[in-house]
């Protein structure tokens, strides 16, 4: 059974960096997708960035490429969202999602995935 806990999540100022992790638990061997999205109230989920088992596929939403970037632990078991440069509309809860499909475009969209965190909090202040 796939777990996924995210953390890392917090109060920053606008400009600063933070770093978001997602463990994993009971993930699938071989092909997977991992990915974060955000969300805030009354707004749909949107996509943050997705990547691929192996590390060799990544996927940016437009509004955070050149500012986050995704990655994996050496282990594959914890995911991690870098961001720099943190800007107040980045302000949302973080929700870490795996997908036991092959990659593909699609990892862009919620649907796709079949489990999600309970998701973390990032406040970015003016």
């Known amino acids: 059974q796939v777990h996924l806990v995210e953390s890392g999540g917090g109060l920053v100022q606008a400009g600063d960096s933070l770093t978001l992790s997602c463990l994993a638990s009971g993930i699938p061997k071989n092909t997977y997708a991992m990915a974060w999205f955000r969300q805030t109230p009354g707004s749909d989920r949107e996509f943050v960035a997705a990547?691929?088992?192996?590390?060799?596929?990544?996927r940016y939403g437009d509004s955070v490429q050149g500012r986050f970037s995704i990655f994996k632990d050496s282990a594959e078991k914890t995911v991690f969202l870098q961001m720099s440069n943190l800007k107040p509309e980045d302000t949302a809860v973080y929700y870490c999602?795996?997908?036991?499909?092959?990659?593909?475009?699609?990892?862009?969209?919620?649907?796709?995935?079949?489990?999600w965190g309970q998701g973390t909090r990032v406040t970015v202040s003016t």
């Open positions: 990547i691929s088992r192996g590390g060799d596929y990544q």
């Open positions: 999602a795996l997908t036991d499909s092959a990659w593909t475009d699609s990892v862009t969209r919620p649907r796709v995935y079949d489990y």
